[in-house]
């Protein structure tokens, strides 16, 4: 049986095709578009999974559709109806798209494919938990899924057994964890929906000195972690902002305009709202642990990927195991919408796998040596084929000579982080790499961090952290690692040995790699050790600001071209800057990058 699952018209539209339970791809469709979060239909992410498993659309027996489009707008209409007339403005622009578009998505899906077979619609939260449940590797679990809003639900728990999943209670729109985190996205200037973890990178550098009053005042947290948001400060049930006057006036004037300079009441604002998460999500999970005696818990939603509240989730929490699905936002949606077919709709078993069914998260396009080849003497490109028994030695040669190389090997990967097949890698013993690679290959602020990888053997010896994270989701301490001074200024006082993945906080959003999930990667990490003695490397995801993560050859060719990336590897195949006598023209300065983006 084969079952197509999709995730759209929203942000981050993605589709994956699963067969006989088995997650054969997934893929979002920014990849293929170039769009950031690009939310249309995933028509290229569509046919990327079709033809990976070598099969057309009149081979499928279902597609799944990762919420139910009336439902949700009922919710629209219930809510401008309570807000009237106040949301007026919001209606007139909503409407247009609901009445042309999203009330016809069943014969929107039907036509776009061609497919006049069953088109399934569970729950956008049913979505969440079933991408959580059902691809880890427990047998039984409590699942947790948190997000903004779907149809009603905002936060939803329940248990997993076998194939069933069984929703427990839910927390209802406009009171979201979810918005709650993204009305200070958009009051810190960075953009709902993308710019959250920049809000979390920037938590580090501030002080809690808010927190009591967001409790007082913006939220009403009870024990077992549910809650109420008081929606005098809150506009976005009936307008197209997400904070009003009140808002501002609580906290110390207008928003920050986007890219306007940081100061310190945004870090402080950003701390105690991640301060307040984080103990919004520790008592939510200790409700559930005890509603349900379970030792395990699966995560899902776009709040499931807040690294830190995970981090000390998993230290302070009641649980003995976490697994966060990957794809935790709405582009999981689609594989959860998959996976709910294959054991809800089509009532098939259920067999847990370990370490679990996301094949490491690579589940999107490759490119095999012979097509990369074709692209590289297509394009006339000099480059020097190294070969892959000699590639982990050869790269770990200029790592160590402080070069930065994007890495472009195998499966893409499903989900926002790079973890090891699309990334842009370096020594992170350098105390200039971070703001080097900010700036002049990322395009980005220089406060944000980077996140290690390293051997899965030696995580331990390096961090505080004692089981997997292979899908970048914890974060954990640096063992070592001093830090001081007060807010930007303290990216210059942290002391660490690995100071480049060292946030300000003496932490690290940290990658273990497993041999036998990715071993051209692991083997790379072994030979950086070998010849460093550290078995870390810097692994940021290989795109420039507000462009999605490379797919293709070309799409790393151009970011290399267009970067001070000093090295690209694609596959067996190797090109150097060296090779280019233009490449420094071709390529921005530091200082003209800050300067151009507003950035420091």
């Known amino acids: 049986m084969t079952i197509l699952g999709i995730s759209c018209w929203y942000h981050d539209a993605a589709a994956c095709l699963v067969r006989d339970g088995r997650i054969v791809a997934a893929a979002q469709e920014e990849r293929f578009s170039r769009i950031k979060h690009d939310p249309s239909f995933p028509a290229r992410a569509i046919d990327y999974c079709l033809r990976e498993a070598r099969v057309t659309v009149d081979d499928l027996d279902a597609v799944a559709f990762y ?32 009445l042309k578009q999203k009330l016809w998505i069943p014969d929107l899906i039907a036509r776009e494919l061609g497919f006049d077979g069953p088109i399934l619609f569970p729950e956008h939260h049913e979505s969440h938990a079933a991408s959580a449940f059902y691809p880890s590797p427990f047998e039984e679990a409590a699942f947790l899924t948190t997000d903004g809003v779907g149809e009603w639900a905002t936060t939803s728990y329940g248990v997993g057994r076998g194939r069933e999943l069984a929703m427990h209670a839910e927390i209802h729109f406009p009171h979201s964890l979810g918005l709650l985190y993204s009305a200070f996205t958009y009051f810190c200037g960075f953009k709902v929906n993308s710019g959250e973890y920049k809000l979390m990178g920037l938590a580090p550098y501030g002080e809690p000195r808010y927190v009591q009053a967001i409790l007082d005042e913006l939220i009403d947290l009870r024990a077992d972690g549910s809650f109420r948001l008081n929606m005098r400060y809150f506009p976005y049930p009936a307008g197209l902002r997400m904070t009003g006057r009140r808002f501002a006036a609580r906290f110390g004037g207008p928003p920050r305009a986007p890219e306007g300079p940081l100061t310190q009441r945004e870090m402080d604002l950003a701390r105690s709202v991640q301060a307040v998460t984080e103990e919004v999500v520790l008592r939510m999970a200790r409700h559930v642990h005890a509603e349900t005696g379970l030792p395990n818990l699966c995560l899902a939603g776009g709040v499931a990927l807040n690294c830190v509240a995970n981090g000390r989730l998993l230290r302070e929490g009641p649980f003995e195991r976490l697994w966060i699905q990957p794809a935790a936002g709405d582009a999981g949606g689609a594989l959860g919408a998959a996976l709910m077919a294959w054991h809800g709709w089509a009532a098939q078993p259920r067999t847990p796998l370990a370490p679990d069914a996301m094949q490491g998260a690579y589940l999107g396009p490759a490119f095999p040596e012979d097509a990369i080849a074709a692209f590289l003497t297509g394009a006339g490109l000099p480059f020097e084929h190294v070969g892959y028994a000699d590639l982990p030695d050869r790269v770990a040669a200029l790592l160590a000579e402080g070069q930065v190389v994007g890495w472009f090997q195998g499966r893409m990967e499903f989900g926002p982080r790079a973890l090891g097949h699309r990334s842009i890698l370096a020594d992170p013993r350098g105390r200039d790499v971070q703001r080097t690679v900010n700036l002049k290959i990322k395009f980005r602020e220089s406060f944000r961090p980077f996140a290690p990888s390293v051997t899965a053997e030696r ?23 001093t830090v001081g001074g007060e807010g930007l200024d303290r ?4 002391d660490s040995p690995v100071p480049a ?20 990667f692991h083997r790379l990490l072994r030979a950086f050790e070998a010849r460093t003695g550290c078995p870390v490397l810097v692994n940021t995801s290989f795109n420039v600001r507000g462009e999605p993560i ?18 690209l590897v694609l596959g067996p195949f190797l090109l150097t800057k060296a090779m280019f006598p233009d490449a420094e023209a071709a390529v921005l300065s530091a200082e003209a990058v800050a300067q151009t983006y507003g950035l420091d």
Request: glycine share 4%; hydrophobic share 45%; aromatic share 10%.
């Open 67 to 98: 919420d139910k489009p009336f439902l949700k707008f009922e919710r629209l209409l219930e809510t401008y109806l309570a807000y009237a007339p106040a949301g007026l403005p919001s209606f007139l622009k909503a409407m247009p798209l609901w």
């Open 491 to 494: 990216l210059r006082h942290v």
């Open 459 to 481: 995580a331990a010896d390096v961090f505080d952290l004692d089981v997997p994270s292979p899908y970048m989701l914890l974060v954990a301490g640096v063992r070592g690692a």
């Open 550 to 567: 490379v797919c293709t050859p070309e799409d790393a060719y151009r970011c290399f071209r267009r970067t001070h990336l000093d090295a």
């Open 501 to 520: 993945v060292t946030h300000v906080d003496g932490s690290a959003r940290v990658q273990t790699v497993d041999a036998a999930t990715n071993p051209l």
